[in-house]
């Protein structure tokens, strides 16, 4: 039975992979080198407009690169279910899309400098979004760096704010509120008729 438990064990860790435990406070954090390009004043809208990410001075060695998209520090105060979480692939904070993607981007060729251009999903939540890039090696995280902690400047972003896409015509939307007006007119006809018939 104890053989039995171990061999599930070494299984489990083995499919989850050693990252499934990875923790912020243990893995070797980049400060300050992590930034977004672009019009940091300017809203972007999600399936329309993408980001430049940049990160420089990643020292691990590693294989991958991968890229989350995280809501900035005034868009998590009292939202408890946007809890910050010490283990890297549970934090809430980094879940951003309406599937709860983990990642914005991952499986990026790994570079210890280096820039991403990256199309904001259609169903990016309207918010204000830090970038955060994580390498990766054997399914090991091996350093991080956020773009909270980078100063911003006019064209090197910290942050991200995004809006709706909104993807209806405007022809759509002037019929739309034509029928509306003409099925409440359609309904206050018809109801004076049956009044004065009665």
Known sequence: MARTLTIAAFLALAITG???SALYSTTPQVDGKVYIEGTCSKTLTGGADSITVKWSDFTESADTIAIKLCFHKDKIVDRPWRKFKDNINKNKQCWQTAKLAKFLKEGIAYVPS???LIELPMNTA?????VQVLSQAGGTYKQWGDSKTYTQ????????TTAIYENQPSTLVGTQAFFTVFSIVVLIVSYSYDRSKN
């Open 126 to 130: 309207p918010s204000t979004y830090s």
């Open 18 to 20: 050693a990252s499934a």
């Open 114 to 116: 280096g820039s991403e």
């Open 153 to 160: 400047t006019a064209d090197k972003c910290a942050h991200v």
